[in-house]
């Protein structure tokens, strides 16, 4: 099923829906949907920096023996 038949069952199936609370609940998702697509996700590794370097360290040791 092609992107544009999916988004056309997706319509026929909301405009089919007649509880109000249930279209609010769509439409807030797919709000948050759109939000999360149009922003860039930062990881903070700096917390697990001292775990990644020991584990560094001893995968660096385990491959010189």
Known sequence: MSVLE?????FEKLAALK???????ILAHLEKLNSDADTTRI???SKYAESISKRYDETLKKLAQ
């Open 6 to 10: 999916k988004k056309a069952l997706a």
């Open 19 to 25: 509880n109000e609370e249930g279209i609010d609940e």
């Open 43 to 45: 990881y903070h590794l």
